[in-house]
């Protein structure tokens, strides 16, 4: 694992999204895994200028979202979909058909999740996987469990999780109890990992995921595992690493 530390969260959205134009540069035709929440807000703000600078170009790209709430319309203004369109995929030049994200609306989500995982499959290795990391260690929505599941499944949302997530909501009622989630096992696949964390609430479970054992009671340490994984912290969520 490469884990760099920032001063500044400027410095850290500057060298994220740098990572991802660079990429896009080399290989105009990546596929990129992209992940929602706070956390990516700043680099995709970052990859919005590069795109209008014309410094970057996502036009042959694809996208693949990591997960999206069950039982929210796509235009609900917390959806997944929604978030992703307002925070990125609407202001760069990417084409909109090559834009996929699960559908939590599916009538049949067990289809549904067979149909995303299908999906991944036929496209090939994502070549980049953007992850942001839960307070409890999750990665997309897997949750810390006895067990995990390898693919695109369907996920019972802890209330940890359902409460950090309430501030994009009106009422903490409002946050759905389930998402559909790319696996564990979906997101090792990726040929590359970036991992982005911001803030002293998350410094125990960084140390954890980066420096403890790998356990699927804190999924994002499966990270370890894997060959290629980048870590992006800022100085508070790296404080307590040794
Ligand atoms: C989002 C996702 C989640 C978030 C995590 C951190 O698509 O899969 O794993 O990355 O919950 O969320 P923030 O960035 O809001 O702290």
């Known amino acids: 694992m490469n884990i760099i530390k920032f001063e500044t969260q400027e410095a850290l959205n500057e060298a994220g999204s740098g990572i991802i134009v660079s990429l896009l ?4 035709r990546a596929k990129l895994g992209l992940a929602t929440g706070g956390t990516p807000v700043g680099i995709y703000k970052k990859l919005v200028s590069a795109c209008k600078q014309g410094t970057v170009s996502f036009g042959k790209a694809s996208s693949f ?5 069950v039982g929210l319309d796509r235009n609900h203004a917390a959806s997944y979909y929604a978030f992703m369109q307002e925070q990125l995929l609407a202001h760069v030049d990417i084409a909109p058909e090559r834009c996929h994200i699960p559908n939590g609306m599916a009538a049949d989500l067990e289809a549904e999740c067979l149909r995303y995982e299908t999906l991944l499959e036929q496209v090939g290795q994502i070549d980049l996987q953007l992850l942001g990391l839960g307070h409890n260690g999750h990665i997309g929505f897997n949750e810390p ?3 995990l599941i390898r693919g695109t499944h369907v996920v019972e949302l802890r209330e940890q999780t359902r409460a950090a997530n309430a501030r994009f909501f009106d009422t903490p009622e409002q946050v759905p109890t389930k998402a ?9 696949k990726a040929k590359m990992i970036l991992l982005v964390v911001h803030g002293k609430d998350k410094a125990e479970i960084v140390k954890q995921a980066l420096q403890g054992p790998i356990t699927t009671e804190c999924p994002a ?20 690493l040794s």
Not at 65 to 69: A, F, V
Not at 233 to 240: F, I
């Open 145 to 147: 469990d006895g067990a």
């Open 221 to 240: 340490s499966l990270l370890q595992t894997h060959p290629n994984v980048a870590v992006l912290l800022d100085a508070e969520a790296g404080s307590l």
């Open 65 to 69: 979202n990591l997960d999206e709430y």
């Open 25 to 28: 540069q080399t290989n105009p």
């Open 180 to 188: 559909i989630t790319m696996g564990v096992g979906t997101i090792l």
